[in-house]
T-cell receptor, first 115, second 115 residues
Framework: EADIYQTPRYLVIGTGKKITLECSQTMGHDKMYWYQQDPGMELHLIHYSYGVNSTEKGDLSSESTVSRIRTEHFPLTLESARPSHTSQYLC??????????????FGEGSWLTVV | AQSVTQLDSQVPVFEEAPVELRCNYSSSVSVYLFWYVQYPNQGLQLLLKYLSGSTLVKGINGFEAEFNKSQTSFHLRKPSVHISDTAEYFCAVSDRKAAGNKLTFGGGTRVLVKP
């Protein structure tokens, strides 16, 4: 069972507000990811990190930013939320061990609605 | 770069009937293959994965998948479904040699199990 946690699970916020979605994992994984998923649609990678102080943009352009100051923590921030940011955001992590290989484990997701 | 095609966006099936979800991928490099399940309002849970070895992979909840390299397919099957299998299923691949092992997802297949 994966130990990766996201908060908040659900958030409704007004346009222009700053929000931070938290993601923490207790598995000591070096790699972490943020995926965005619009309702009924596929997932797209928006950010990833190979380790502390490493962050990269993903395949889908996003106005959000991320930071990786600690191995276990990978928060995502929107400085000024807009209705177009309404989506589900899924955090994930992966490491290597002989059992799981390069398996990526997901959190339960954060549903963001911007009104 | 990789791409994943899930040929069926929705699959209605009666309880206790078999189900097959089709997944084809395209990649210029060797890949790892995964199936994830997403229950309503939840994150993704790993069903099974193919890393190497036997091409028939068994996962949780009675699911299995077969890797066919010549057809670049990784179809998911279950011989007898339950109501609780109603969910969205995502096929995904990652580059074996890439440091970040980022996932590329298919568009998802929504399975609706009817009594």
């Amino acid at each position: 069972e994966a130990d990766i946690y996201q908060t908040p699970r659900y958030l409704v916020i007004g346009t222009g507000k700053k929000i931070t979605l938290e993601c923490s994992q207790t598995m000591g994984h070096d790699k972490m990811y943020w995926y965005q998923q619009d309702p009924g649609m596929e997932l797209h990678l928006i950010h990833y990190s190979y380790g502390v102080n490493s962050t990269e943009k993903g395949d889908l352009s996003s106005e959000s930013t991320v930071s990786r100051i600690r191995t276990e923590h990978f928060p995502l921030t929107l400085e000024s939320a807009r209705p177009s940011h309404t989506s589900q955001y899924l955090c994930a992590s992966s490491g290597w061990d002989s059992f799981s290989g390069n398996t990526i484990y997901f959190g339960e997701g954060s549903w963001l609605t911007v009104v | 770069a990789q791409s994943v095609t899930q040929l069926d966006s929705q699959v209605p099936v009666f309880e206790e009937a078999p189900v097959e979800l089709r997944c084809n991928y395209s990649s210029s490099v060797s890949v790892y293959l995964f199936w994830y399940v997403q229950y309503p309002n939840q994150g993704l849970q790993l069903l099974l994965k193919y890393l190497s070895g036997s091409t028939l992979v068994k996962g949780i909840n009675g699911f299995e998948a077969e890797f066919n390299k010549s057809q670049t397919s990784f179809h998911l099957r279950k011989p007898s479904v339950h109501i609780s299998d109603t969910a969205e299923y995502f096929c995904a691949v990652s580059d074996r040699k890439a440091a970040g092992n980022k996932l590329t997802f298919g568009g998802g297949t929504r399975v609706l199990v009817k009594p």
